[in-house]
């Protein structure tokens, strides 16, 4: 399954809002999809599974929404930690597929 | 706290076969309810998923590189293992190690990663 993230860079400023968008190639049964942030010279840090779970500790102006093919990671108020790559990726189909990824930089 | 750590060789040459462990410490790789994998990310790109090892020593690999990757694990030192032969220039990458944990509908998605560890492949 192919996975198309977009925008490839979102230029924001702090305090605002970010969508961020996974489209993928096949319909996801079950919603089987996850967010990851990376920071540079990290290692990806999960934000979201099942297309709409928080993962542990992560603030809830982070939340994920859709069903299908279209997939969306909102983060409701930018802080400046937020700024980062963010990654998609699903794991209801062999083999496990992630998206190309968002970079999310400071306006 | 969870904890997985790369190491191994962080330049092999093009045709060889490219090493590399996995250690996790503050969890048992024996547990049933997590799979161990290894991903990895060429420089200035996305991520790629390479393939993962149950606790019972069941492994499952991305078709693009089934033929050239082997996963095992030793859970006496808690560590599993990667090996890739044949590399070239294209295997250039970060190399991460990871933990896949169920969501409840026996379908895992990965939850953990390791801080990874860069792998040149250079004559």
Partial sequence: IVLTQSPGTLSLSPGERATLSCRASQSLSNNYLAWYQQKPGQAPRLLIYGASSRATDIPDRFSGSGSGTDFTLTISRLEPEDFAVYHCQQYGRSPITFGQGTRLEIK | QLQ???????????????????TVSGGSINSNSYFWGWGRQPPGKGLEW??????????????????????SADTSKNQFSLKLSSVTAADTAVYYCARRTSDGNNHYYVDYWGQGTLVTVSS
């Fill in chain 2, 50 to 71: 390479i393939g993962s090892i149950s606790h019972s020593g069941s492994t499952f690999y991305t078709p693009s590189l089934q033929s050239r990757v082997t996963i």
């Fill in chain 2, 4 to 22: 997985l750590q790369e190491s191994g060789p962080g330049l092999v040459k093009p045709s060889e076969t490219l090493s590399l462990t996995c």
